[in-house]
């Protein structure tokens, strides 16, 4: 009864209460952590919420527990629970503005968070901006794979063309490099205009997959996936016997652009795009394609128009993210992107969950996560993950988290009285 | 001039020809039925008027144009909205979308207008949404519209289909057995729905149904179909009493 009750108190707290607790832990973790993690017989802070003792000192994980509970468990349920009233009522008094300034508050609020905590470690501020990126990814091949309801197995590919073409741009137009000669704009207009590259690298990644597309909407019939793998190899094979560009050495010297704020902002864009998309009539059309193609032409929906246009999409935000991936390593080769890489993506789509946005937020960061706990395995990694999936593909088909709506408004929405009524409403 | 013209339509299936020398005028406004024993090449011959089946011989024209060859969105988009005999609703989606998304031909913000959330999108998908209740409101299924599909009574997934079909905003409804598995009450709303639709909207309607009484009460010339041969035409007193229907179909067991 008592549990009941304090989960129902939970169950009021809006997004900002659980944002402004999360960023007053980080707080603490800043204030005190060190000093708690040698109290709790820790080397440092476990850097990533001890995931990467599991394997490598398992002995430390009790320890590790406890910290967690201390710096992060504990304090964001007290302030959560006890902020929930003046959380929800700054909730609702942002709501009044247009949905842009709640928004930006609470994405505001989010990223100084996540800022000072990647602050507390190197290793912390890269695995962040790789999970990010996934992110991007998953959520790009979710409108493929879970909205459209193909099965395309080009991803790795787009990322590719797009950390190409973006690290060409870059280091052609603003570094010294040995190959492509001085510097074509100055340097320092580099950071400007990096949006642009991305851009570009993203249409570049969408003009290749036509490449796909075009054979493989022409006719009914399961041609994607085996058109998509084939793409998949051949830009590998391509990149690896084009010199100028490093061959399967690979491409070096971009420059460093993409910090945190950069992914970040990115990826807000990204899921914001795609959400907008998704859920507009023209977006929906993918999920009338998908669950029955011969109702959608008999009410008007030019099917293969819209396959084409939602699988050069995704390719977009493919080629946006390749081009990120690129300029965080800031080093790329073509082994990169081959069927490993595809394993963890589609890994991510699945485990997350189909058509939905927050299945692809939870697939990222989860693998990611899963990623990192298992990389004391090396090899073996990559029998783990393979299997998980088709653990989830049997046991849930769907994933995780599928076919849910992502609406911001009722996500920013205050959680108390009246307000949680109307979430029970149809929407209308 | 009529507005659909089937002229010598013929139709083969590999080996199997499904419909033969088959001829059809509809002038706007009117009542038409079909009517045929199962596998008589009915919904076959749907299918040929709405581009899923390109005929093999003859010709289909709509308003005078020939529209044999064009893909199904095309023709849909031409004016014929059509239902299904077996349902086919889209299982994800809930009543309110599937009215939406048949205005997918008359969406005119694009790709970024979709992406990007422009105010012209907010305002067709408003003006969309407004037509898509009026017509839940017409077919008595307003109160569903944020439902899921799938829950739905066989009655309603009919009238969701039903209301689909008019958000295209046909001047030719084609309805493929629309009575199929509803009982007495659904029967008698069904038939009143289809009268207002036709009353309210000055549509054409082409019918297919097993009920007679339906049939003879809605339509004002039927024709009979048999081995993908039309065999009588006339109005509901000449069918009903035209020897070889009654030979042909109506003793066959067939209700
Ligand atoms: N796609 C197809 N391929 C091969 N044969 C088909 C196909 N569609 C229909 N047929 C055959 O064509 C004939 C006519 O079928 P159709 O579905 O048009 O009949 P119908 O009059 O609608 O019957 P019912 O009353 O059972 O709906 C049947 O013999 C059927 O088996
Ligand atoms: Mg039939």
Redesign the pocket.
Known sequence: MDVRRTMRGFSQVPLLGWLVAAFISVVIEIQWGTPLAQALGLPKIPVLFGVVLALKQPHLLPGAVVYLLLVYGLPIALIARLGAGIANQAAGALLRLPLWVSAAVHLGLFYAALELWSGLSDYRDLVLRFTLIAVMVTLSLNVINGYMGEFSCSHPGFMAVGAYAASVLSVDLFTKHRVFGEALLPPALGPFLFPLVLIIAGLVAAVSALVVAIPSFRTRGDYLAIISLAFMFIIKSLIENLEIVGGARGLGGQPDWAGLSTVFLWTVACVWAINNFVRSTLGKALNAVRDNETAATAMTVDTRYTKIVGFLFAAFWAGVAGGLFAHVLRYVNPGTFGIQKLAEVLAMVYFGGLNSVYGSIVGAVGISLLGEALRPLEIFKWIIIPLLLILVMIYRPTGLVAFKEFDPKAVLRPKNGPERERDALPRG | MPFLEVEHVTHQ??G?R??HDYNLAIEPGHIRGLI????????????LITGI?NPTEGNVRLDGTRINGLAPHRIASMGIGRTF?NLLLWRHMNVLDHVKMAHFSRIRYGLLGAVLGTPRRHREEREIEDKARTLLEMLDIGHLAGQAVTNLPYGAQRRVEMARALATEPKLLLL??PTAGMNPDELVQIMEIIRRVHRELNLAIFL?E?RMRFVMELCERIQT?VF?EVIAEGTPEEIQNDPKVIEAYLGSGNE
């Not at chain 2, 045929?36 to 299918?47: C, H, Q």
Request: aromatic share 12%; no cysteine.
């Open positions: 299936f590999g199997l499904a419909v045929g024993p199962n596998g008589a090449g009915k919904t076959t011959i749907f299918n089946y005999q493929d057995e297919i097993h179909l993908g």
